[in-house]
């Protein structure tokens, strides 16, 4: 059925259920199991008069993203080895991480991404967005969506 499955995970609770379900599924399928973590674009922050704002230098926020992904893609990591499998994981920086998670599915020649939903509807999904739908709208590759 599924040979290799792409899981994406921000570090979340939700985002940890999707892997064990990915997990699972890989188990059933003898199918490998790929990781990802998309780290946002460093933006500068902007000044206004009169606005204090204590920002980040690019250093440290690689920093700080490199630390929140790695621990992260720790959790595939360590559901993998429970459930007796092997994961390739690694961290991704783009502005839009639906494209990255798309991407690495791609290049990784993923035929399944298994992924989060935060289950966001009417004004909030409008507002916020959700990468989950972009990834499902824009994605040739089929994605199962866990909530």
């Known amino acids: 059925m599924y040979k290799h499955i792409l899981v994406p995970t921000d570090g979340s609770k939700l985002s940890a259920k999707a892997i064990r379900a990915a997990m699972r599924l890989a188990k059933t399928c003898s199918a490998r199991i790929s990781g990802v973590y998309v780290v946002s674009s460093y933006v500068p922050p902007l000044y206004a008069e009169g606005t204090i704002y204590?920002?980040?230098?690019?250093?440290?926020?690689?920093?700080?993203?490199?630390?929140?992904?790695?621990?992260?893609?720790?959790?595939?990591?360590?559901?993998?080895?429970?459930?007796?499998?092997?994961?390739?994981?690694?961290?991704?920086t783009a502005e839009q991480p639906w494209k990255a998670i798309i991407g690495a599915a791609?290049?990784?020649?993923?035929?399944?991404?298994?992924?989060a939903s935060?289950?966001?509807?009417?004004?909030?999904?409008?507002?916020?967005?959700?990468?989950?739908?972009?990834?499902?709208?824009?994605s040739k590759i089929p994605v199962l969506v866990c909530r």
């Not at 791609?106 to 992924?115: F, N, P, Q, T, Y």
């Not at 289950?119 to 739908?133: I, K």
């Open 54 to 92: 204590g920002g980040l230098s690019p250093r440290n926020y690689r920093e700080l993203q490199h630390k929140e992904a790695k621990k992260a893609l720790a959790v595939i990591d360590i559901e993998a080895q429970t459930s007796g499998l092997h994961a390739s994981t690694m961290s991704v």
């Open 106 to 115: 791609r290049s990784r020649k993923c035929d399944l991404i298994v992924m």
């Open 118 to 138: 935060h289950g966001r509807r009417g004004l909030s999904a409008l507002l916020l967005g959700s990468e989950t739908t972009k990834v499902l709208t824009h």
